[in-house]
């Protein structure tokens, strides 16, 4: 083990409820319905939201995203960090290098893990094709796949991590229903932050 990298989405921000409000308010202007935060919303992957929930054209998919995005932005300062999450990070890179990969901007990320010890953000806006980005985060960072835990919150984490060769921790407090996740087998499941030290050698 020498790496850590943390999805910051529903894994160390709780971002939903402003992306929901961001989407929502995309929606209204797109003449697209609103999206409900129910238990079954949770147990969907993105792809089945954008094509059933919003109704969305995958050619216009990167307009939406960047449309939501600037929403987001405006109110990013109203998402709160997990209860927890902060000590063990800190924790954990006293052993370990920790990195962040993420769809938001490198602002966002710095004011939402301000006082954490990171060693690297990584930011791409890319909705899909996430084993790619951990591959080359692994060639950036000289990284081996044997070497590194993903911790993250959504079932396209494990599928991205299994493609990748990577060890990944699906944490239970982020997006994706219990159910969801443990439908995609990850490696661990984590029910509280401080299960990651259970993990970790």
Not at 176 to 198: G, H, T, Y
Request: net charge positive; aromatic share 8%; with cysteine.
């Amino acid at each position: 083990m020498k790496a850590l990298i943390f999805d910051l989405d529903g894994t160390i921000a709780d971002t939903f409820p402003v992306a929901l409000a961001a989407a929502n308010k995309v929606n209204k202007k797109w003449g697209k319905p609103p999206i409900k935060d129910t238990l079954a919303l949770r147990s969907k992957g993105m792809r089945e939201i954008i094509k059933e929930d919003i109704k969305l054209n995958f050619f216009t998919l990167p307009f939406y995203v960047k449309a939501v995005k600037i929403e987001m932005a405006k109110n990013i300062n109203k998402a709160k960090i997990f209860l927890g999450i902060s000590k063990i990070i800190n924790q954990l890179a006293k052993k370990y290098k920790i990195g962040i990969v993420t769809s938001n901007s490198k602002t966002a990320v710095r004011h939402l893990t301000k006082g954490l010890n990171i060693s690297f953000i990584h930011s791409d806006s890319s909705m899909f094709g996430k084993h790619r980005i951990l591959n080359r985060l692994m060639k950036t960072h000289k990284l081996k796949p044997q070497n590194v835990i993903y911790v993250g919150d959504e079932v396209r984490d494990v599928e991205a991590c299994k493609k990748a060769g990577i060890r990944v921790a699906a944490v239970l407090w982020g997006y994706n229903s219990e159910k969801a996740l443990k439908r995609a087998k990850p490696d661990f499941i984590v029910s509280k932050p401080s299960d990651l030290l259970k993990i970790t050698p």
